[in-house]
C-alpha cells in the first residue's frame, strides 16, 4: 500500500503524528528532495529504502512503488507541506489506481499555514479580507489565461503565491497592474518553520528590491493584502457578547 504523508512546512515537530507511525513502519519512502527536512528521514526503520523523487520521473516513482508491493512493503510518498496544494499528487492517485495499487492519503500542515504563523498574521481579518486566494506566477509551467497573478489581485483579497520567489519583479508588477496600491502591506517567508526561516516586511511596491536586498530567490512565499497591516479590522462577531450564537444568548 502506498500512503501519502504530508511532511509540513519544515520543522520536524509540525509533521501529523500519523505521518510519524507511517514513516516509522514504511519500507520504502520517496521524499520530495530537498523540500523535506532531512530530520523527518531519520524516522526510517532500518532496512527501508529511501528515494529522492527530485531525481526522479513520475515512470521511475511508479516503478520504485511497484518494485516495494512486490516485496511486500508499504510506501510513503513524502510530500512538502500538504500534497493537496502544488503536490502533483494527482496523477500519481489515478496511475496507482490503473496498477490496481491501493493508497491513502495524509494531510499535512501547509507552508501558507507556518508563514502565517510566523508573522503572526490572520489571513480572513473582519472587515478586511474573507478570502485566501493560494496561486502561483505563470512561469516555465503556464498557468489557465484567466488566473492570471493581475486577474487575481483584482480582487484586493489576502492573497499567498508560491512557487514565484525567483520572479519577484514581475509578481510585484502584476499585483499592481491588477490593483494592489504600491502601499499594500506584503511579507516574504523564506522557509516557513525551519531554522533557517526568514521574515522580510515590505510593501507590494518594494517587493522585488525587498527580496533582493535580503538575498532570497527561492523557496520563500509571497504574501500580500491588508490582513499584514496593523490594526484596521472589526472585532469577531463570535466572541461579541452582543451576538447570539447556538451556544449563548447575546446581550446588550
Same mark, same amino acid.
Given at each position: 500500500?502506498?500512503?501519502?504523508?504530508?511532511?509540513?512546512?519544515?520543522?520536524?515537530?509540525?509533521?501529523?503524528?500519523?505521518?510519524?507511525? !507511517?514513516?516509522?513502519?514504511?519500507?520504502?519512502?520517496?521524499?520530495?528532495?530537498? !523540500? &523535506?527536512?532531512?530530520?523527518?528521514?531519520?524516522?526510517?526503520? =532500518?532496512?527501508?529504502?529511501?528515494?529522492?523523487?527530485?531525481?526522479?520521473?513520475?515512470?521511475?516513482?511508479?516503478?520504485?512503488?511497484?518494485?516495494?508491493?512486490?516485496?511486500?512493503?508499504?510506501?510513503?510518498?513524502?510530500?512538502?507541506?500538504?500534497?493537496?496544494?502544488?503536490?502533483? &499528487?494527482?496523477?500519481?492517485?489515478?496511475?496507482?489506481?490503473?496498477?490496481?495499487?491501493?493508497? =491513502?492519503?495524509?494531510?499535512?500542515?501547509?507552508?501558507?499555514?507556518?508563514?502565517?504563523?510566523?508573522?503572526?498574521?490572520?489571513?480572513?481579518?473582519?472587515?478586511?479580507?474573507?478570502?485566501?486566494?493560494?496561486?502561483?506566477?505563470?512561469?516555465?509551467?503556464?498557468?489557465?489565461?484567466?488566473?492570471?497573478?493581475?486577474?487575481?489581485?483584482?480582487?484586493?483579497?489576502?492573497?499567498?503565491?508560491?512557487?514565484?520567489?525567483?520572479?519577484?519583479?514581475?509578481?510585484?508588477?502584476?499585483?499592481?497592474?491588477?490593483?494592489?496600491?504600491?502601499?499594500?502591506?506584503?511579507?516574504?517567508?523564506?522557509?516557513?518553520?525551519?531554522?533557517?526561516?526568514?521574515? &522580510?516586511?515590505?510593501? &507590494?511596491?518594494?517587493?522585488?528590491?525587498?527580496?533582493?536586498?535580503?538575498?532570497?530567490?527561492?523557496?520563500?512565499?509571497?504574501?500580500?493584502?491588508?490582513? !499584514?497591516?496593523?490594526?484596521?479590522?472589526?472585532?469577531?462577531?463570535?466572541?461579541?457578547?452582543?451576538?447570539?450564537?447556538?451556544?449563548?444568548?447575546?446581550?446588550?
Amino acid at each position: 500500500m502506498v500512503h501519502f504523508v504530508g511532511a509540513g512546512p519544515g520543522a520536524p515537530d509540525l509533521l501529523t503524528l500519523r505521518g510519524a507511525a !507511517l514513516l516509522e513502519r514504511a519500507g520504502c519512502i520517496i521524499y520530495a528532495g530537498s !523540500l &523535506v527536512n532531512p530530520a523527518l528521514l531519520a524516522r526510517a526503520k =532500518d532496512g527501508c529504502v529511501l528515494y529522492n523523487s527530485a531525481e526522479m520521473t513520475l515512470e521511475e516513482v511508479l516503478a520504485a512503488i511497484q518494485k516495494a508491493e512486490t516485496a511486500g512493503a508499504d510506501t510513503v510518498r513524502l510530500h512538502t507541506g500538504d500534497p493537496c496544494v502544488y503536490g502533483a &499528487v494527482k496523477e500519481q492517485m489515478d496511475a496507482l489506481d490503473a496498477l490496481g495499487i491501493p493508497w =491513502d492519503d495524509t494531510p499535512g500542515v501547509s507552508s501558507f499555514c507556518g508563514a502565517a504563523a510566523a508573522l503572526g498574521a490572520e489571513y480572513t481579518l473582519p472587515g478586511v479580507s474573507q478570502s485566501v486566494i493560494i496561486t502561483r506566477l505563470a512561469g516555465r509551467t503556464p498557468v489557465p489565461e484567466r488566473e492570471r497573478l493581475a486577474a487575481l489581485a483584482a480582487h484586493r483579497a489576502s492573497m499567498v503565491i508560491f512557487l514565484s520567489a525567483g520572479m519577484l519583479d514581475r509578481v510585484e508588477a502584476e499585483l499592481l497592474a491588477g490593483g494592489y496600491p504600491p502601499e499594500t502591506p506584503a511579507a516574504l517567508v523564506y522557509k516557513a518553520t525551519w531554522p533557517e526561516e526568514k521574515l &522580510v516586511r515590505c510593501t &507590494v511596491g518594494t517587493l522585488a528590491a525587498s527580496g533582493e536586498a535580503a538575498g532570497i530567490r527561492s523557496t520563500a512565499l509571497v504574501l500580500a493584502g491588508d490582513f !499584514l497591516g496593523e490594526g484596521g479590522y472589526e472585532r469577531s462577531k463570535l466572541y461579541d457578547p452582543a451576538f447570539t450564537t447556538g451556544y449563548r444568548e447575546g446581550r446588550a
